[in-house]
């Protein structure tokens, strides 16, 4: 079964802290993994999409990894804000097209 | 305005009622997504449309109906629902189906069953 993991469930840091989510999936066969961001009753937004053949992708404080031999991905923020507060999900896109999500990490960044 | 547009936003409903979720994408995309959404879990993958033809459906009970009159309009048709069944509904959109192209969703909607 093509599972995909997010540790912790859940996440508070104080304002400024470097936030750190982890992504695991258990099939190295992945075309693509995507990061999103959930914020509460709402829909989700994309925030970096890293194709199997790169090792990650930045844009301005957000920073993922990808390790497909570990069957990792780690997504960083920078300098972390109050409205970095939301829930953050990793999507793993298969070979076979199939995409799978984790559960999400859901981030509380106290002022 | 945003590319996925869903309504309603909330929808509360009885176990013995009809109701219908739209989603409408303005991206020209040619495939369309319905997903559930519980609390603490995965989102689940509902049914998939490529060019306005079913292409996948998750063994999904049938008290839930999809309906894709042209690709730009994707409907959930709802019926006879249980409380389990309240849950965050998600569409979504991506340029095609099985290309690896990102997908696109909508804000939801909030389905209580009561």
């Known amino acids: 079964k093509q599972e995909v993991t997010q540790i912790p469930a859940a996440l508070s840091v104080p304002e400024g802290e470097n936030l750190v989510l982890n992504c695991s999936f258990t099939?190295?066969?992945?075309?693509?993994l995507q990061w999103f961001r959930q914020d509460p009753g709402k829909g989700l937004t994309s925030l970096l999409l890293?194709?199997?053949?790169?090792r990650e992708q930045t844009s301005g404080r957000l920073n993922a990894s990808l390790d497909k031999s570990s069957g990792r991905s780690t997504l960083y923020i920078a300098a972390s804000q109050p409205g970095d507060s939301a829930t953050y999900l990793c999507?793993?896109?298969?070979?076979?097209?199939?995409?799978?999500f984790g559960a999400g990490t859901t981030v509380t960044v106290r002022a | 305005e945003t590319g996925v547009t869903q309504t309603p936003r909330h929808l509360v409903m009885g176990m013995t009622n009809k109701k219908s979720l739209k989603c409408e994408q303005h991206?020209?995309?040619?495939?369309m997504y319905w997903y559930k959404q519980s609390a603490k879990k995965p989102l689940e993958l509902m049914f998939v449309?490529?060019?306005?033809?079913?292409?996948e459906n998750n063994s999904v009970p049938s008290r839930f109906s999809p309906e894709c009159p042209n690709s730009s309009h994707l409907f959930l048709h709802l019926h006879t629902l249980q409380p389990e069944d309240s849950a965050l509904y998600l569409c979504?959109?991506?340029?095609?189906?099985?290309?690896?192209?990102?997908?696109?969703f909508g804000n939801g909607t909030r389905l209580t069953v009561t």
């Open positions: 991206l020209g995309h040619n495939a």
């Open positions: 099939d190295s066969a992945i075309y693509n």
């Open positions: 449309y490529s060019l306005e033809e079913r292409v």
């Open positions: 890293i194709q199997s053949s790169q």
């Open positions: 999507a793993v896109l298969y070979n076979d097209y199939k995409l799978s």
């Open positions: 979504a959109s991506s340029q095609a189906e099985g290309d690896g192209s990102p997908l696109h």
